[in-house]
């Protein structure tokens, strides 16, 4: 079963703007990664934030992660056309499950040029 | 290319019959991970390996399916009987033991007419 929910389920934004996804989950976690899907494709990692960190970046990707409120956010900035893809969030839990995702329903980024 | 590769990339096949899909990680890898994805949504964990020991089977993992991985090298994914539910995209992804970022393949389509 899916681990939480994201939001916007779909976001259309112009080339240079910034896109901002939001992601919630249920459970207690050990890490929350964001990965970006290309149509049909598979999944490229893009970013882990642990439990204890409020706040990562890397290069124009900024992660926030609120464990209190069980919710993540990823900010895409000053978005390119090829930055158009699906994107996840997925948790997890640690413990004897190390290693297993668990995967948000995702946002559906389209950036016009 | 060192990355995670699937094959075979598509699959179409007749309800009732059965097929097999094979993974091979990158090479240092030992865990492998199975994981089911329907569209429109997040992917699935099936299934996980570290080396040749399966470790964890997700319930949606019903009898009709089994996964291997002989010599903790590549591993395959069968699907028995298969029913016009199973149409999906089979990910596969790969890890280190000491990393918490898996790395995808770029699926297998399978359709079930």
């Known amino acids: 079963s899916q681990q939480g929910e994201e939001d916007p389920q779909a976001l259309s934004i112009q080339e240079g703007e910034n896109a901002t996804m939001n992601c919630s989950y249920k459970?207690?976690?050990?890490?929350l990664q964001w990965y970006r899907q290309n149509s049909g494709r598979g999944l490229v990692h893009l970013i882990l934030?642990?439990?204890?960190?409020r706040e990562k970046h890397s290069g124009r990707l900024r992660v926030t992660l609120d464990t209190s409120k069980k919710s993540s956010s990823l900010l895409i900035t000053a978005s390119r056309a090829a930055d158009t893809a699906s994107y996840f969030c997925?948790?997890?839990?640690?413990?004897?499950?190390?290693?297993?995702?668990?995967f948000g329903q995702g946002t559906i980024l389209t950036v016009h040029p | 290319d060192t990355g995670v590769s699937q094959n075979p990339r598509h699959k179409i096949t007749k309800r009732g019959q059965n097929v097999t899909f094979r993974c091979d990680p990158i090479?240092?890898?030992?865990?492998l991970y199975w994981y089911r994805q329907t569209l429109g949504q997040g992917p699935e964990f099936l299934t996980y390996f570290q080396n040749e020991a399966q470790l964890e089977k997700s319930r949606l993992l019903s009898d009709r399916f089994s996964a291997e991985r002989p010599k903790g090298s590549f591993s395959t994914l069968e699907i028995q009987r298969t029913e016009q539910g199973d149409s999906a995209m089979y990910l596969c992804a790969s890890s280190l033991v000491t990393d918490r970022e898996a790395f995808f393949g770029q699926g297998t389509r399978l359709t079930v007419v």
């Open positions: 090479s240092e890898h030992n865990r």
């Open positions: 459970t207690s976690i050990n890490n």
């Open positions: 997925a948790t997890n839990a640690g413990g004897t499950s190390y290693g297993k995702l668990t």
């Open positions: 934030i642990r439990s204890n960190e």
